[in-house]
């Protein structure tokens, strides 16, 4: 399976100069759990960080100014994506490897596409287990008649 299949299409993004606490709002709003902070560069979206609930938390309100920051100052730009046609084990293997929850997916001209997650992955994973458990216990039947 690859990327561009499993992710999902629709992502709440913001941009670095937006406060923070729009940002939370949105990210209530939409009961997402991360927004991924994005720069237009020759029409193109692109991703350039991604801001967690947990870096509002420890990047801004532990700062005790939250009303000033921006999304800039707390979104984390070391930031991990993929390609749409990349195999969802090797993304499965870049979040381990970084110990991230999620990654933007882009096009090859580097446009955001979507947004993967381990729940996500974990779900897919879950689905092939049991699809599989379904084929052993059809063979099973088959062999006992």
Do not use: F
């Amino acid at each position: 399976m690859k990327a561009g299949e499993l992710c999902s299409r629709i992502v709440v993004t913001a941009r670095r100069e937006e406060s923070v606490v729009e940002v939370a709002r949105r990210m209530s709003q939409h009961d997402v759990g991360a927004v991924v902070v994005v720069e237009e560069r020759e029409g193109v979206a692109r991703p350039v960080g991604i801001v967690t609930d947990r870096d509002l938390v420890m990047r801004a309100l532990a700062r005790g100014e939250p009303v000033a920051c921006l999304v800039g100052d707390v979104m984390d730009a070391n930031l991990l994506v993929a390609y749409e046609d990349d195999d969802v084990e090797a993304v499965l293997g870049k979040l381990r490897r970084r110990a991230v929850r999620r990654v933007p997916i882009v096009r090859r001209d580097g446009g955001l596409a979507g947004i993967l997650t381990l729940d996500d992955i974990i779900e897919w994973i879950s689905e092939e287990l049991r699809d599989a458990a379904t084929l052993i216990e059809r063979q099973g039947k088959q062999v006992a008649t």
